[in-house]
């Protein structure tokens, strides 16, 4: 019996403190190794960056992550920062190998995309869309 | 009325009523205000103080007139229908429109809201990363906030977060008061364990697909707050989806049953807070010395949490919501608030009167920034 | 592989709470100890593996055979997997369903030591609407190496709740467990239901 009623008081006492600590816990629970967006869910990290005339393109690392280990099929995610041209049509070396792998146009007025693969790893086009700073695309690769 | 019955009763004077009111309107003013009252802005000051007043004259009325639920309901309904509009608006405002589109998605910039938090587990434990598309800190409904807002509520209220905090259920606990008398009434008790097949299914597909399916596919209050704009067959079905099951779970069943459908039979979070339950220190508890089995608790209960024979056993299940609503029904008084451990009769007031403060302070406050941003615009409208 | 895995995860659970109840008694019946369970239960759960196999080829080639067009392929897998889901979710709902199991044949196996065996085979043979969905699966995936990999994803999920047999025992409320299992099998069910569905419409609309 006394051990609930404790319990209760705890509770109320944490409830009364809960909003006005709340700035400071959810900074402190963000710091949480667990805490930081999946690859998959904000593109992955960032490998190479090219500025162009108006605007510039952002080529992020390869994301192949599953729950346990690497999926063999993933995606690189590429974006256009900027003021956008019309039609954009882009040679694309994601591997960082020397040779390129993929060409995307894109006519934007249109959001029409062609993608041309010049590496057997990449597939389709998995997303393509506008966004608050420009153009953003998924294209689907093998690993 | 009976002398034991009048000794049990939660009614209180008009002054005691005050007094018990103060500390709540104390904090809720200063928190309300940040500490530093702003009265520069005339719409503003006025949606303050009347959302502040509002509430504080709910928390005054559950006092004074002894009754819980149909006040909380006031509350609770009112945070749902604001919490919708306030989503919307924040949508329109920044995207012009109330669907979003893979852009959003791409930019991290969705809202986070508590129902997401069962599809978070594995991904984190297993990826050491989080699968929902929004901000960790910082910006509109950040998911370290939220998360952390409802961690503290559960452990505290347990699954008492489904009828004073959540911001949805709201909706079908209004639909659920619709009628006087449900058209449904036989219904199969096994389908309350349905919230944990749900969980099952969208904790793995979540964790496999290292996306919150629930929020993709199955979401019943996107049909009220946001979904993904529709450009093709699967756009189509996911919307076809979201509004069928708002309409058959949130609407029609609600009204039909005068259950909380979707909360009973759906969500995945309810069957996380049902286990939550198991660690609050407050809950219903059943006075077998005054109850004489007339069972109107059983038909009250909008969440299938009690049956006849937990009330033959004297003890209310763990799917409770510690709504109230069987203690206002109970015509002997013979169910009320309780402590872990304390034998049910004793030290009723005070367990009451403690739940009662830390669960309307965490609703109050919670609620209070979409029900000022909803006032204010409809003092804007006249102004 | 994935939805397989899930669907094997969804319905693994009534397919234990319903057969389990005459697997178990079988596996235990007259063992010494953990050991002799652990090799039987591996044994059940080997041949339940090849019996997948060989599936997933005879399904894989039956399907080249039958489904000669990409949009005959749309059609025909839409409508199956729209049949054998709603099949699923009727299991799933029905009242009237009797926890029958396939395996009770096994009354009539006199050898001891093939009862594993046997289960395995009578238990992976139960043509269950999960299984014709993955049948259905695996006939119409591109390469042979997919189809195999539905079955083992398939095979995963099912088997994930055989390990824990040893204990079987010591699960209490096993009927909630059921309850939560077979609602979890009917969930599964509308998600194939809507899948067979998109692929149907897909056939129309770009076939
Ligand atoms: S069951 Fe889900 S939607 Fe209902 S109140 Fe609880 S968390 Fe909210
Ligand atoms: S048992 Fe009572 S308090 Fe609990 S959910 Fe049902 S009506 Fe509400």
């Not at chain 2, 309409?247 to 259950?259: A, D, N, R, S």
Request: net charge positive; charged share 15%.
């Amino acid at each position: 019996m006394t051990a609930g009623l404790i319990w209760a008081l705890c509770c109320l006492i944490v409830m009364i403190m809960l909003y006005f600590a709340l700035g400071g816990l959810s900074e402190g629970f963000a710091k949480l190794p667990f805490m930081k967006l999946n690859p998959n869910t904000n593109g992955g990290e960032l490998a190479q960056q090219v500025v162009m005339d108006n605007c510039t393109l952002m080529i992020r690392k390869p994301v192949f992550d599953g729950l346990l280990r690497e999926r063999n099929k993933g995606f690189v995610q590429i974006e256009w920062k900027g003021d956008l041209p019309g039609k954009i049509n882009d040679t694309i070396d994601y591997n960082m190998d020397s040779s390129p792998d993929f060409v995307i146009g894109i006519i934007v007025p249109e959001n029409q995309v062609n993608l041309v693969a010049l590496n057997p790893k990449v597939r389709d086009v998995g997303i393509s869309t506008s966004t608050s700073y420009g153009w953003a695309a998924r294209i689907n690769i093998d690993k | 009325m009976d002398e034991a019955i009048k000794n049990l009763t939660m009614r209180k004077s008009f002054g005691k009523s005050m007094l018990y009111t103060l500390p709540m309107f104390l904090l809720t003013f200063i928190l309300m205000t940040g500490g530093r009252p702003d009265f520069s802005d005339r719409s503003g000051t006025i949606a303050l103080l009347t959302t502040f007043l509002g509430l504080n004259i709910l928390y005054f009325l559950m006092h004074y007139t002894g009754k819980t639920d149909k006040l909380r309901a006031i509350l609770f309904i009112v945070f749902a229908l604001t919490l919708s509009f306030t989503l919307i608006k924040n949508t329109i405002d920044i995207r012009q429109t109330m669907t979003y589109s893979q852009g959003d998605i791409l930019e991290c910039n969705m809202p986070f809201c508590h129902l997401v938090i069962p599809m978070l587990i594995l991904p984190a434990a297993f990826t050491q990363s989080i699968i929902y598309p929004g901000s960790i800190l910082g910006g509109f409904a950040s998911i370290s906030a939220m998360v952390v807002l409802w961690l503290a509520a559960s452990v505290i209220l347990g699954r008492g977060f489904c009828s004073w905090g959540c911001f949805y259920g709201g909706w079908d606990d209004g639909f659920s008061r619709f009628r006087k008398k449900p058209a449904i009434r036989k219904i199969s008790d096994s389908w309350k364990w349905m919230p944990f097949a749900v969980l099952l299914m969208v904790a793995l597909t979540s964790a496999l697909a290292l996306t919150p399916t629930y929020c993709d596919w199955m979401c019943p209050f996107k049909a009220v707050t946001e979904f993904e704009e529709v450009t093709g067959i699967e756009s189509a079905a996911k919307a076809g989806i979201f509004i069928s099951l708002f309409g058959g779970f949130v609407v029609v069943l609600p009204v039909l049953t005068k259950k909380r459908t979707q909360c009973s039979y759906l969500c995945p979070l309810g069957a996380i807070n049902t286990l939550s339950n198991k660690v609050s220190p407050f809950i219903v508890k059943i006075d077998k010395q005054i109850c004489n089995d007339c069972y109107k608790c059983v038909q009250a209960c909008p969440m299938f949490a009690l049956t006849n024979d937990d009330v033959k056993k004297g003890s209310v299940s763990i799917f409770c919501t510690k709504c109230g609503k069987c203690i206002d029904a109970c015509p002997k008084q013979a169910i009320h608030y309780g402590i872990v451990g304390v034998p049910a009769n004793r030290m009723v007031k005070f367990s009451r009167n403690i739940f009662l403060f830390v669960s309307f302070l965490f609703i109050a406050i919670f609620a209070s920034g979409s029900i000022i941003t909803v006032v204010k615009s409809f003092v804007n409208l006249f102004i | 592989m994935l939805d397989s895995f899930i669907l094997g995860l969804s319905s693994g659970s009534t397919c234990l709470f319903t057969c389990g109840m005459v697997i178990f008694p079988y596996l235990m019946a007259g063992t010494a100890g953990t050991r002799k369970i652990i090799t039987d239960l591996s044994l059940f759960l080997l041949t339940r593996f090849l019996v997948y196999f060989i599936l997933a080829t005879l399904a894989f080639y039956f399907g080249k055979v039958i489904f000669t067009s990409p949009v005959f392929r749309n059609y025909i897998s839409g409508i199956l997997y729209m049949l054998f889901s709603g099949m699923l979710i009727w299991y799933a709902i029905s009242r009237s369903r009797k926890p029958d199991c396939p395996a009770k044949i096994v009354e009539t196996v006199h050898n001891r030591k093939l009862v594993p065996v046997f289960l395995g085979v009578v238990n992976s043979l139960g043509f269950c609407p999960a299984l014709m969905l993955i049948l259905t699966k695996s006939a119409t995936e591109g390469t042979i190496v997919q189809s195999y990999l539905a079955f083992l994803g398939f095979f995963a999920g099912t088997a994930l709740y055989f390990i824990p047999v040893p204990l079987a025992g010591k699960i209490r409320r096993k009927k909630v467990f059921e309850t939560i299992g077979v609602m979890a099998t009917g969930i599964a069910g509308i998600i194939f239901m809507i899948k067979g569905l998109t692929s149907l419409i897909g056939g129309i609309i770009y076939g």
